[in-house]
């Protein structure tokens, strides 16, 4: 059973940070795969916003998010990061980790939720101004 664990969230003031981890098990971690985190605000559409590749380590970011944010992993602790730096209100949200099955062939830095597997339960972000 692959299970996505996400943790650190956390309510904080606007300029602040955070990092967020997403531990993966029930799969092999040094297969191909896709790792990306999505948000969720309030009465909005989940959005993708960061993602990295298990092999290589390519990322792609959002725009709202690619100067301020850092994704990151550790293969032998199969944890993935989200470093968030400077915070703002709009960055407010219930942060999902999520993986994709085994992939052959190149890992294309996809931040649509279609090409995702398995989602983790959440953690929830609250930015105050």
């Known amino acids: 059973q692959v299970l996505l664990v996400e943790s650190g969230g956390d309510s904080v003031q606007a300029g602040g940070s955070l990092r967020l981890s997403c531990t993966v098990s029930?799969?092999?971690?040094?297969?191909?795969?896709?790792v990306g985190w999505f948000r969720q605000a309030p009465g909005k559409e989940r959005e993708g916003i960061a993602t990295?590749?298990?092999?290589?380590?390519?990322?792609r970011y959002d725009d709202n998010v690619r100067d301020r944010f850092t994704i990151s992993q550790d293969r032998a602790k199969r944890t993935v990061y989200l470093q968030m730096n400077n915070l703002k209100p709009e960055d407010t949200g219930l942060y999902y980790c999520?993986?994709?099955?085994?992939?052959?062939?190149?890992?294309?830095?996809?931040?649509?939720?279609?090409?995702?597997?398995?989602w983790g339960q959440g953690t929830q972000v609250t930015v105050s101004s």
């Open positions: 029930g799969v092999t971690y040094t297969e191909k795969r896709r």
């Open positions: 990295i590749s298990t092999d290589r380590g390519g990322t």
């Open positions: 999520a993986a994709s099955r085994e992939i052959v062939g190149f890992v294309s830095p996809s931040l649509s939720h279609l090409s995702y597997d398995y």
